[in-house]
């Protein structure tokens, strides 16, 4: 099986930035793409974006793009995004996600994101 963590959640100002991590364990070999998404209270969960294992990009067009980048270490497989200028309403949990070649699409329990003064 593989396990994702998130981390580096938490409280930030408007304007701040937040770097996430996701870590997978368990059967990492066999990692496909790898993405972000995020769910705000009320709403339904969201893309931010995917990163291939050859390093292709995908944003989606949402508000967050151009205030994020997506990265993966591809010897851990371990994927990041980076937000920056958060607003108000980036409040949300992000998750993360992996698709395997043998288990399919595996979600992480999520970080929280929350953006207030």
């Known amino acids: 099986q593989v396990q994702l963590v998130e981390s580096g959640g938490g409280l930030v100002q408007p304007g701040g930035s937040l770097r996430l991590s996701c870590v997978p364990s368990g059967r990492i070999l066999g990692i496909n793409d790898m993405g972000w998404y995020r769910q705000a209270p009320g709403k339904q969960r969201e893309l931010v974006a995917t990163?291939?294992?050859?390093?292709?990009?995908?944003y989606a067009d949402s508000a967050l793009k151009g205030r994020v980048i997506i990265s993966r270490d591809m010897a851990r497989n371990t994927v990041y995004l980076h937000l920056s200028n958060l607003k108000p309403e980036d409040t949300a949990v992000y998750y993360c996600n992996a698709d395997h070649v043998d288990y399919g699409v595996r979600w992480g329990q999520g970080t929280q994101v929350t953006v207030s003064s």
């Open positions: 990163i291939g294992v050859t390093g292709r990009i995908n």
